[in-house]
């Protein structure tokens, strides 16, 4: 059975913070992405990453980094946290093969940002 | 640009009867589809697929049918259930891409009513 976990379920910052958000998956999966969710926006990607110290810029990239040491893990970083930030963030990751495209996701981390 | 729209932000119908959610796609380059079911506060789970050489896949109560040359999906619940009430994302991916990365539509809020 899949499992992503992510640091926090909820999250309170101030404005001008640095935030990290964590996501780990256990079934030594190669991709793994960061959405954020809207009302009325959809899943919109952050960033992905497909191996090990790579990363490419999904959507809407602006304003945050990421980061994957290792395999199991990566994590999304809000350099200097902002309003316009506040969103629920979703962890998701996938297999690297042509017959399964299906993503699985995490609980989401709810982000104040005030 | 939205590549992937869901142009019904809600949906409302009566137990028993069939639920209906619609997702349009702008890309040609899309060879395989998702759907995704969302509680509040939960991560999406996946729900249903299809790849671009098919035109319709059946799981139980949920059966998603793919119109190409519209670049048409939906999703049809046969019968709904008030536990199927929830956010519905559609999704959609190409394989050349080789990252399994997603594009999401903005979401349908299904209701199902006792």
């Known amino acids: 059975d899949v499992k992503v976990t992510q640091s926090s379920r909820y999250l309170v910052k101030r404005t001008g913070e640095k935030v990290f958000l964590e996501c780990v998956q256990d079934?030594?999966?190669?991709?793994m992405f960061w959405y954020r969710q809207d009302p009325g926006l959809g899943l919109r990607l952050i960033y992905f990453?497909?191996?090990?110290?790579?990363?490419e810029k999904g959507d809407i990239p602006e304003g945050y980094s990421v980061s994957r040491e290792k395999k199991e893990r990566f994590s999304l970083i809000l350099e200097s946290a902002s309003t316009n930030q506040t969103s629920m963030y979703l962890c998701?990751?996938?297999?690297?093969?042509?017959?399964?495209?299906?993503?699985?996701f995490g609980p989401g981390t709810r982000l104040t940002v005030t | 640009d939205q590549q992937v729209k869901q142009n019904s932000p809600s949906l409302s119908v009566q137990e028993g009867r069939i639920s209906i959610l619609n997702c349009d796609y702008t890309n040609s380059m899309f060879d395989y589809f998702l759907w995704y079911k969302k509680y509040p506060a939960e991560g999406p789970t996946f729900l249903i697929s299809?790849?671009?050489?098919?035109d319709k896949n059946e799981d139980g109560r949920f059966t998603v049918f793919l119109n190409k040359s519209a670049k048409h999906l939906s999703l049809h619940i046969v019968p709904s259930q008030p536990g199927d009430s929830a956010v519905y994302f559609c999704?959609?991916?190409?394989?050349?891409?080789?990252?399994?990365?997603?594009?999401f539509g903005q979401g349908t809020t299904l209701q199902v009513k006792p």
């Open positions: 299809i790849s671009s050489i098919k």
């Open positions: 990453s497909y191996d090990v110290k790579m990363k």
């Open positions: 079934m030594d999966h190669e991709n």
């Open positions: 999704a959609a991916g190409a394989i050349s891409s080789n990252t399994g990365k997603l594009i």
């Open positions: 998701a990751s996938s297999p690297s093969r042509q017959d399964h495209y299906e993503q699985y």
